[in-house]
């Protein structure tokens, strides 16, 4: 079935350092991706999405291309803040539903 | 900025006992899902309407869970009776449509279930 893959946290990163998080999904046809952000004890909110293969989703300084050969949608940042610190999620749904699926998540925290 | 609504934030229940969770979606969105998130794990999902009707409960353990949609706007998660199991946080969203992919989807802030 369609599943999605990231890499095992926590992550500790001081701030300004560079972030990525990997991602990789399964899954038939042409789905959208997805990167959600949770802080702690707050329901999810999403951080940014592409729908087509090369796509660049981007906010607040986070990106993520669509790469449909390597079926990868890593999440980088240049330079991490304190207020970063929670936990993404990388996401897919496909085209002939509205489900989305979830990754397992990923905890980053930035110290100061 | 139009907000998914959940009720109640946090709830302690005795095992065996009944719980509900209540849910109102933003304005105008036809699809309405609930997820279980259990702690340090991705949302999984239980339910998804469409309106008022059940368009996915692969998921959903229906011999104690049940979820309704009445008149297509607000919903409501109940459990009975309730297992130590289910201690996790149960996640309302909703989004504009279904058609095609991409649609964003919206989450409410959760509401928290710890079993006894």
């Known amino acids: 079935g369609d599943s999605v893959t990231q890499m095992e946290g926590p992550v500790t990163l001081s701030e300004e350092a560079c972030l990525t998080i990997n991602c990789t999904y399964t899954a038939t046809g042409y789905p959208s991706l997805f990167w959600y952000v949770q802080y702690p004890g707050e329901g999810l909110q999403l951080l940014l999405k592409a729908t087509k293969a090369d796509d660049k989703g981007s906010n607040k300084g986070f990106e993520a291309t669509y790469r449909k050969e390597t079926t990868s949608f890593h999440l980088e940042k240049g330079s991490v803040q304190v207020s970063d610190s929670a936990v993404y999620f990388c996401?897919?749904?496909?085209?002939?539903?509205?489900?989305?699926?979830f990754g397992p998540g990923t905890s980053l925290s930035v110290i100061p | 900025e139009a907000e998914v609504a959940q009720s109640p934030r946090y709830k302690i229940t005795e095992k065996s006992q009944a719980v509900a969770f209540w849910c109102d979606p933003i304005s105008g969105h036809a699809t309405l899902y609930w997820y279980r998130q259990i702690l340090g794990q991705g949302p999984e999902l239980l339910v998804q309407?469409?309106?008022?009707?059940?368009?996915?409960d692969s998921q959903l353990p229906k011999d104690r869970f049940s979820a309704e949609r009445l008149k297509g706007v607000d919903s409501t998660l109940k459990i009975q009776p309730a297992e130590l199991g289910d201690s996790a946080m149960y996640l309302c969203?909703?989004?504009?449509?279904?058609?095609?992919?991409?649609?964003?989807?919206?989450f409410g802030e959760g509401s928290w279930l710890t079993v006894v």
């Open positions: 996401a897919l749904a496909k085209t002939s539903y509205d489900k989305v699926i």
């Open positions: 969203a909703s989004s504009f449509a279904t058609t095609g992919s991409g649609n964003t989807i919206y």
């Open positions: 309407f469409q309106d008022e009707s059940v368009v996915d």
